[in-house]
C-alpha cells in the first residue's frame, strides 16, 4: 500500500513539474524595469518587443527617424502575475519626416481626434471594454492594450503610447489618462 501511494505521489509530482516547466517557457519574463534615458529607447524585453511588433500599429519602429526627446519604458510581472508595460517616446522631426510619419499614422490609425489645440490623437485600434476600465470592476484577466500617438503640428513632434495592462492594475496615473484619451477618441469616432 506504501508503494503504491508513493507511486502516485511521484507520479503527480513528476506531472506538475513538467506542466510547470513548459509554461514558464511561454510565460513573459519575471523583473521589473523602468527606464528614462534616451539611449534605451527601444531596448525593450522579448515580451514587450513581441507585444509592440504584433499589437500596435503606431508605435515607430527601430528605424525611426526623429530624434527622441522624451522616453519612459516601465515594465513589471511578478511570478505567476501578469505583466504590465507602459511605453512612451515623443519623437521630434524635420517637417519631410514629420508629413511622413504623420500619412503612415492617418493610414493605419483606427480612429482620430482633433485635439483643442496642437494637433490630431490618433488611436491605433479598438480598446474593447473601455467604459469597464473605469468602473473598477474584476473581469478575470480583460486585458487592456493602447496604441496611442498625438501629433503636434507645430513643433512636428509625434508623442507615442503603448501600454498593456489587466482590470487588477489600471491605478496608475499614466494608464488612467491613455485611457481616458481612448476613450475619448472612440466617443467622437462613434458621434
Avoid at 501578469?82 to 522631426?93: G, H, I, K, R, S
Avoid at 490623437?121 to 473581469?139: R, S
Amino acid at each position: 500500500m506504501k508503494k503504491t501511494g508513493l507511486f502516485a505521489f511521484l507520479a503527480l509530482l513528476t506531472a506538475a513539474l513538467c506542466l510547470l516547466s513548459s509554461c514558464a517557457a511561454n510565460t513573459p519574463p519575471v523583473e521589473k524595469i523602468e527606464k528614462n534615458e534616451l539611449s534605451d529607447f527601444g531596448n525593450y524585453n522579448s515580451f514587450v518587443e513581441e507585444h509592440l511588433k504584433e499589437k500596435t500599429v503606431l508605435f515607430p519602429g527601430q528605424g525611426t527617424v526623429g530624434n527622441v526627446v522624451n522616453y519612459r519604458y516601465r515594465y513589471e510581472c511578478a511570478a505567476l502575475g501578469d505583466p504590465v508595460f507602459l511605453v512612451e517616446a515623443t519623437v521630434l522631426y524635420d517637417k519631410s519626416s514629420f508629413e511622413t510619419e504623420l500619412l503612415r499614422i492617418q493610414n493605419t490609425a483606427f480612429a482620430s481626434k482633433t485635439t483643442s489645440n496642437k494637433g490630431f490623437v490618433y488611436l491605433g485600434n479598438d480598446v474593447k471594454y473601455i467604459n469597464e476600465f473605469f468602473e473598477e470592476t474584476v473581469l478575470d484577466g480583460l486585458p487592456f492594450c493602447f496604441d496611442i500617438a498625438e501629433a503636434d503640428e507645430e513643433d512636428l513632434q509625434i508623442t507615442y503610447f503603448a501600454a498593456l495592462c489587466w482590470d487588477q492594475s489600471h491605478k496608475d496615473g499614466f494608464l488612467i489618462k491613455a485611457a481616458e484619451t481612448a476613450r475619448d477618441v472612440l466617443q467622437a469616432k462613434r458621434d
